[in-house]
């Protein structure tokens, strides 16, 4: 299966493992990581939620890498995954991997709508512990399947489902 | 905990399923120890009530489906509802664990009243207040519109009042309130019963969209001419709506007659303490659009509110 793991830097090592885990399965996997930019601190100043800048160079990315299937490790990597299915028809997978924490849910702009968008228009969403599952189901009202982040046969059990 | 239900709270709940799923959360934690009921109007598919509603653990949640407006579906909450007291909360709100509690204390200590809780933007939301154009509620009790985010009813009063005017497209709320005190009765504050209201950001069209709306007030104020003694000149909303009428007047005008550019200097200088000076235009141009949609409803309606 060819892959793209896309995160924004944040718990960088932990996808790294996993892209590493899928790699000794004979599948082709990029980490996109793309480096955002110097208008980030402008954004997050003016209450954005933040890393964003990036996401233009995530989705020319996903355009031009001919991917089976793209995974996103955030709501608004995701949110450039759907762009990119509306072109190539491929799935999204989204793992729930920050803290679904009340407080966080909505505390700065467009996070609940990539949120949102996230949640209803995935292919895929789920967690990588029961910690998260439980927190999904009380602040998401979901139930995702737990599949550990380090588990690189689950995961291509599930892309392959997907494809 | 057996017993006559003491409170039932009524939520009408459409297109938030995330927030109407966070405040059942919230009110899984309220402190008040007497029974006590949800009813949750709603328009959600089958299976997300199911997933939202129907499996959270709070107990003693009736769902309905309703559609219409909000107060039709509140109609339909507080009709289905079992107690004597109905607590209106919205589906976007969150409120403090003791909000029920001290709610209904108040109500006990004011029989028969209509008792005001307090309404704050979200602290947990406090980062999207950075955005130039926001929507979020901010409630001293009792305050001039008594909205239905935080409020109590006696049901003998919704009863005798024939609840919510269904044909309200907005203001239903405080069209209620008004004809509750035309009734003969008193709206006591309970500030420190408090809900939290979600901050929402929108970009300039977005909150010329939302705020289209309020071009329904013109109805409102119709059914009840005694709102005109709180308004500028007895035909604007509100200071702002004036003063930005007065400095598009003054702007068009000058071209022919210099000497009328002074008019906008009101707004401008009251903007200019409000706003930064980037966000000073798209301010302009939301209050502006806000007028011209109240002409527009003002023509709809037939009475002059601005």
């Not at chain 1, 028809?89 to 709508?113: C, H, K, N």
């Not at chain 1, 968008?117 to 189901?137: G, M």
């Not at chain 2, 107990?59 to 039709?72: D, N, Q, S, Y």
Request: proline residues 6%; hydrophobic residues 45%.
């Amino acid at each position: 299966v060819k892959v793209a793991l896309l995160h924004h830097g944040r718990g960088a090592p932990a996808v790294h493992e996993l892209a590493a885990s899928l790699r000794e399965l004979q599948n082709d996997v990029t980490v996109l990581t793309p480096s955002p930019t110097a208008l980030e601190s402008l954004l997050e100043r003016r209450g954005f939620t933040t890393p964003l800048t990036h996401l233009p160079v995530t989705l020319t990315n996903l355009m031009r890498g001919g991917y089976d299937v793209a995974h996103a490790f955030s709501p608004q990597d995701a949110y450039a995954a759907l762009l990119w299915r509306r072109r190539s028809g491929r799935p999204v997978v989204l793992s729930l991997v920050e803290p679904i924490q009340r407080e966080r849910l909505a505390d700065a702009r467009l996070r609940l709508r990539f949120l949102n968008t996230a949640l209803e228009q995935c292919d895929v969403v789920i967690v990588h512990n029961d910690e998260a599952r439980a927190a999904a189901w009380r602040w998401l009202a979901l139930e995702p399947p737990v599949i550990e982040l380090s588990d690189g046969a689950a995961h291509e059990r599930l892309y392959r489902a997907q494809t | 905990v057996d017993g006559p239900i003491a409170v039932s709270v009524v939520v009408a709940s459409h297109a938030r399923q995330l927030r109407l799923r966070w405040l059942l959360n919230a009110l899984e934690e309220q402190t008040f120890a007497e029974p006590w009921e949800l009813v949750i109007v709603h328009d959600y598919d089958e299976a997300t009530a199911e997933r939202v509603i129907h499996r959270h653990p709070l107990p003693g949640v009736k769902a309905i489906e309703g559609t219409g407006g909000p107060g039709r579906r509140r109609n339909v909450g507080w009709r289905a509802a079992s107690a004597e007291l109905i607590a209106f909360i919205d589906d976007d709100c969150r409120p403090e664990r003791d909000w029920l509690e001290r709610l209904v204390s108040a109500a006990r200590d004011h029989p028969g009243h209509v008792i005001q809780g307090r309404t704050r933007p979200d602290t947990f939301e406090g980062g999207v207040l950075a955005a130039p154009h926001v929507r979020t509620l901010n409630i001293e009790p009792v305050n001039s519109y008594r909205e239905t985010c935080n409020i109590l009813y006696p049901r003998e009063l919704l009863e005798r009042l024939d609840g919510f005017d269904e044909r309200a497209i907005t203001g239903e709320d405080v069209d209620l309130s008004l004809r509750a005190l035309g009734a003969g009765a008193q709206i006591s504050a309970a500030p420190d019963a408090l809900a939290y209201h979600a901050i929402e950001s929108f970009t300039l069209p977005g909150i010329l969209r939302q705020n289209l709306k309020w071009r329904h007030l013109a109805y409102l104020v119709k059914r009840h001419p005694e709102m005109r003694a709180q308004f500028p000149l007895g035909i604007f909303w509100d200071e702002e709506h004036l003063l930005v009428t007065a400095a598009a007047i003054g702007l068009v005008a000058a071209r022919r007659h210099p000497w009328l550019l002074p008019l906008a200097a009101p707004y401008v200088k009251r903007a200019s303490r409000r706003h930064s000076p980037a966000k000073l235009p798209g301010q302009a141009v939301r209050q502006f659009a806000e007028v011209l949609g109240m002409a527009v409803g003002s023509v709809r309606h037939r009475t002059l509110l601005l």
